[in-house]
């Protein structure tokens, strides 16, 4: 007598789907923590994570008074009347939008939600609630260089914030 022979049942639809849905959500939530990872994890390169030393140029070239737009690094260097300097981040510190320098009313004027800056950053129209964020300045032998490296937030403006010749 022979032993019956035991074939292996054949995996049905059901059975194979599962294991098709498992993959594809093991898979979406690999996916979706490698995304959580790189958004909190720092980076390399770009304004305020880690990018080179702008050389802006040297100090005679820029009046008192003056504010000139760096937009490789994302920010402004204003010379003020009494002829120190600050460099300005071009981010509004309500969301983030884009600043431009309005020459003719002396003013960073917010696009998106009508925040309103002066020539030292400072808030003079909200939603924003405090001013726009800076980034150290060097004057090295007469030549003014921006670290983009490293942005500061801020409460107000202080005196001590200005870079001196």
Known sequence: MTAPSIEPAAPDRRDFLGKVGK???????VE????VVAYLAPGKG????????VVAGPVGEF??????AFPGGKFYLARLADGGFLALSSRCTHLGCMVPWDAKQRVFPCPCHASRFDER???LAPPATRPLD????????GIVKVDTSRRIGRARFEPGQVTYL
């Not at 979706?32 to 995304?35: N, P």
């Not at 800076?134 to 032998?141: D, K, S």
């Open 121 to 123: 950053g400072d808030v």
């Open 134 to 141: 800076l980034f150290p300045v060097v004057i090295e032998g």
């Open 23 to 29: 993959g594809l959500g093991i898979l979406a939530g």
């Open 63 to 68: 009046t008192p008074s003056s504010v000139r």
């Open 32 to 35: 979706l923590l490698a995304v």
């Open 46 to 53: 770009g304004a305020g994570r880690g990018a080179a030393l």
